[in-house]
Nanobody
Framework: VQLVESGGGLVQPGGSLRLSCAASGFTYSSYNMSWFRQAPGKERELVAF????????NYADSVKGRFTISRENAKNTVYLQMNSLKPEDTGVYYC??????????????????WGQGTQVTVSS
């Protein structure tokens, strides 16, 4: 099983980044996908969630209206488009997979598979 994130980097406040997460080794279309982030000294938090068929999404209040999660099941890939970035968005961003039959969850301990993370730094 592999989840490989890419697209992180250094961006100025107000800028944009698009993160990608390529999945392999499991039945991707049967898994709900989420993006989490972790800032230094803080707990890992859910940023965005998308169900198996992209019919349902959910976002942390802090990113609503700025971030968009999407997925392409044909490419086994989930994306996170991040606009109007703020310094408080800085952290390591992880994609995570949870089987759809277990429903949605906001707790990072309840996800089966994780990527290695990609650093996002928002700074002038």
């Amino acid at each position: 099983v592999q989840l490989v994130e890419s697209g992180g980097g250094l961006v100025q406040p107000g800028g944009s980044l698009r993160l990608s997460c390529a999945a392999s080794g499991f039945t991707y279309s049967s898994y709900n996908m989420s993006w989490f982030r972790q800032a230094p000294g803080k707990e890992r938090e859910l940023v965005a969630f998308i169900d198996t068929v992209a019919g349902s999404t959910n976002y942390a209040d802090s990113v609503k209206g700025r971030f968009t999660i999407s997925r392409e099941n044909a490419k086994n890939t989930v994306y996170l488009q991040m606009n109007s970035l703020k310094p408080e968005d800085t952290g390591v961003y992880y994609c995570a997979a949870r089987p759809a039959y277990r429903g949605a969850s906001t707790y990072f301990t309840e996800y089966d598979y994780w990527g290695q993370g990609t650093q996002v730094t928002v700074s002038s």
